[in-house]
Protein backbone atom coordinates (compact mmCIF):
# COMPACT_ATOMS: atom_id res chain seq x y z
CA UNK A 1 0.00 0.00 0.00
CA UNK A 2 1.42 3.56 -0.99
CA UNK A 3 0.11 6.89 -0.68
CA UNK A 4 0.75 9.29 -3.97
CA UNK A 5 -0.70 12.77 -4.74
CA UNK A 6 -3.60 12.50 -7.01
CA UNK A 7 -3.08 12.70 -11.06
CA UNK A 8 -5.09 13.77 -13.62
CA UNK A 9 -7.13 9.75 -13.94
CA UNK A 10 -7.63 10.23 -10.69
CA UNK A 11 -11.13 12.34 -10.86
CA UNK A 12 -12.87 9.94 -12.89
CA UNK A 13 -11.93 7.09 -10.52
CA UNK A 14 -13.93 9.89 -7.96
CA UNK A 15 -17.05 10.24 -9.71
CA UNK A 16 -17.49 6.23 -10.19
CA UNK A 17 -16.71 5.76 -6.47
CA UNK A 18 -19.54 8.81 -5.35
CA UNK A 19 -21.40 7.37 -7.49
CA UNK A 20 -22.10 4.09 -5.44
CA UNK A 21 -24.33 4.48 -3.06
CA UNK A 22 -22.82 1.41 -0.90
CA UNK A 23 -19.39 2.55 -0.86
CA UNK A 24 -20.48 6.43 0.55
CA UNK A 25 -22.60 5.39 3.19
CA UNK A 26 -20.50 6.47 5.73
CA UNK A 27 -19.59 9.68 4.08
CA UNK A 28 -20.88 13.18 5.51
CA UNK A 29 -21.03 14.51 1.75
CA UNK A 30 -22.56 11.24 -0.31
CA UNK A 31 -23.57 12.75 -3.50
CA UNK A 32 -21.50 12.59 -6.59
CA UNK A 33 -20.47 15.24 -8.55
CA UNK A 34 -19.83 15.31 -12.52
CA UNK A 35 -16.11 14.99 -13.69
CA UNK A 36 -15.64 18.58 -14.08
CA UNK A 37 -16.89 19.29 -10.78
CA UNK A 38 -14.36 16.86 -9.37
CA UNK A 39 -11.56 17.93 -11.54
CA UNK A 40 -12.36 21.70 -10.30
CA UNK A 41 -12.46 20.20 -6.63
CA UNK A 42 -8.90 18.42 -7.49
CA UNK A 43 -7.79 21.75 -8.73
CA UNK A 44 -8.96 23.73 -5.90
CA UNK A 45 -7.27 21.18 -2.95
CA UNK A 46 -4.17 20.94 -5.08
CA UNK A 47 -3.57 24.82 -4.54
CA UNK A 48 -4.68 25.14 -0.96
CA UNK A 49 -2.13 25.76 2.13
CA UNK A 50 -4.83 23.80 3.84
CA UNK A 51 -5.40 20.76 2.59
CA UNK A 52 -2.68 17.62 1.89
CA UNK A 53 -4.67 14.76 -0.06
CA UNK A 54 -3.11 11.17 -1.53
CA UNK A 55 -4.24 8.52 -3.51
CA UNK A 56 -4.15 5.12 -2.00
CA UNK A 57 -2.74 2.85 -3.61
CA UNK A 58 -3.26 -0.95 -3.27
CA UNK A 59 -3.14 -4.11 -5.50
CA UNK A 60 -1.69 -2.38 -8.38
CA UNK A 61 -4.29 0.11 -8.48
CA UNK A 62 -6.14 3.40 -7.01
CA UNK A 63 -8.41 2.54 -3.93
CA UNK A 64 -9.34 5.53 -2.13
CA UNK A 65 -7.87 8.73 -0.55
CA UNK A 66 -6.42 9.70 2.78
CA UNK A 67 -6.48 14.08 3.75
CA UNK A 68 -5.56 16.30 6.36
CA UNK A 69 -8.22 18.80 5.82
CA UNK A 70 -8.35 22.36 7.18
CA UNK A 71 -5.23 22.52 8.76
CA UNK A 72 -4.79 25.43 11.41
CA UNK A 73 -1.52 26.75 10.91
CA UNK A 74 -1.63 28.82 13.74
CA UNK A 75 -3.05 26.01 16.45
CA UNK A 76 -1.09 23.35 14.90
CA UNK A 77 -4.57 21.26 14.45
CA UNK A 78 -6.30 19.89 11.44
CA UNK A 79 -8.99 17.22 10.70
CA UNK A 80 -8.73 13.76 8.88
CA UNK A 81 -10.38 11.38 6.89
CA UNK A 82 -10.22 8.44 4.74
CA UNK A 83 -12.32 6.90 2.05
CA UNK A 84 -11.86 4.00 0.58
CA UNK A 85 -14.13 3.86 -2.72
CA UNK A 86 -12.69 0.06 -4.36
CA UNK A 87 -15.47 -2.58 -2.77
CA UNK A 88 -12.67 -5.02 -3.57
CA UNK A 89 -10.39 -3.16 -1.21
CA UNK A 90 -12.30 -3.15 1.80
CA UNK A 91 -11.65 -4.99 5.12
CA UNK A 92 -7.99 -5.69 4.07
CA UNK A 93 -6.71 -3.17 6.40
CA UNK A 94 -5.14 -0.10 3.70
CA UNK A 95 -7.10 2.10 5.50
CA UNK A 96 -5.30 1.78 8.95
CA UNK A 97 -2.33 1.52 6.94
CA UNK A 98 -3.55 5.02 4.81
CA UNK A 99 -3.87 6.22 8.24
CA UNK A 100 -0.87 5.45 9.89
CA UNK A 101 1.13 6.59 6.81
CA UNK A 102 -0.88 10.20 6.71
CA UNK A 103 -0.13 10.38 10.95
CA UNK A 104 3.13 10.48 10.64
CA UNK A 105 3.50 12.84 7.75
CA UNK A 106 1.17 15.49 9.73
CA UNK A 107 3.40 14.83 13.20
CA UNK A 108 6.46 14.74 11.87
CA UNK A 109 6.36 17.10 8.08
CA UNK A 110 3.96 19.48 9.00
CA UNK A 111 4.46 19.78 12.87
CA UNK A 112 0.78 19.37 14.23
CA UNK A 113 0.21 19.41 17.75
CA UNK A 114 -3.34 17.50 16.82
CA UNK A 115 -5.33 15.82 14.50
CA UNK A 116 -9.25 15.30 14.98
CA UNK A 117 -11.31 12.63 13.03
CA UNK A 118 -14.92 11.26 13.37
CA UNK A 119 -16.88 8.69 11.62
CA UNK A 120 -21.52 7.80 11.91
CA UNK A 121 -21.23 6.14 14.72
CA UNK A 122 -22.44 3.07 13.04
CA UNK A 123 -19.20 3.39 10.90
CA UNK A 124 -17.41 0.28 12.69
CA UNK A 125 -14.48 -0.10 10.40
CA UNK A 126 -13.63 3.34 10.68
CA UNK A 127 -14.13 3.53 14.04
CA UNK A 128 -12.01 0.40 14.72
CA UNK A 129 -9.01 1.60 12.01
CA UNK A 130 -8.61 4.96 13.92
CA UNK A 131 -8.88 3.89 17.49
CA UNK A 132 -6.02 0.85 16.40
CA UNK A 133 -4.05 4.47 14.70
CA UNK A 134 -4.22 5.90 18.27
CA UNK A 135 -6.79 8.13 18.07
CA UNK A 136 -9.21 8.53 21.00
CA UNK A 137 -12.96 9.15 21.75
CA UNK A 138 -14.01 12.23 22.57
CA UNK A 139 -17.76 12.46 22.07
CA UNK A 140 -20.79 12.47 20.62
CA UNK A 141 -22.59 14.16 18.18
CA UNK A 142 -26.10 12.89 19.07
CA UNK A 143 -28.40 13.26 15.75
CA UNK A 144 -25.57 14.67 13.91
CA UNK A 145 -26.31 14.10 10.22
CA UNK A 146 -29.81 13.25 8.57
CA UNK A 147 -29.82 10.18 5.44
CA UNK A 148 -31.83 7.64 4.02
CA UNK A 149 -35.02 9.10 6.31
CA UNK A 150 -33.62 9.33 10.24
CA UNK A 151 -30.81 10.82 11.82
CA UNK A 152 -27.52 9.62 12.78
CA UNK A 153 -24.90 10.38 15.73
CA UNK A 154 -21.34 11.37 14.90
CA UNK A 155 -18.38 9.59 16.66
CA UNK A 156 -15.54 11.81 17.00
CA UNK A 157 -11.98 11.00 18.24
CA UNK A 158 -8.43 12.94 18.10
CA UNK A 159 -5.13 11.99 18.50
CA UNK A 160 -2.14 14.34 19.63
CA UNK A 161 1.25 14.46 18.39
CA UNK A 162 2.38 13.31 22.71
CA UNK A 163 0.12 10.36 22.56
CA UNK A 164 1.72 9.07 18.66
CA UNK A 165 5.13 9.79 20.23
CA UNK A 166 4.43 7.68 23.23
CA UNK A 167 2.84 5.00 21.81
CA UNK A 168 5.27 4.55 18.93
CA UNK A 169 8.25 4.07 21.67
CA UNK A 170 6.51 1.34 23.18
CA UNK A 171 5.15 3.46 26.26
Known amino acids: MTLRPPDESDP????EWFADMEATRYLAHRFGMALSQ???WFTKIG?????VIWIIEAEGRAIGTSGIHRIDWLNANAITGTFIGDKSAWRKGYGGEAMALRTEYAFRWLN???LTSGALAENEPSRRALLKAGYREVGMQREHSFREGRWHDHWLCELLRSDWERARRGG
Do not use: I
Not at 12 to 15: D, H
Open 38 to 40: EEG
Open 47 to 51: ESKDD
Open 112 to 114: LHK
Open 12 to 15: ARFV
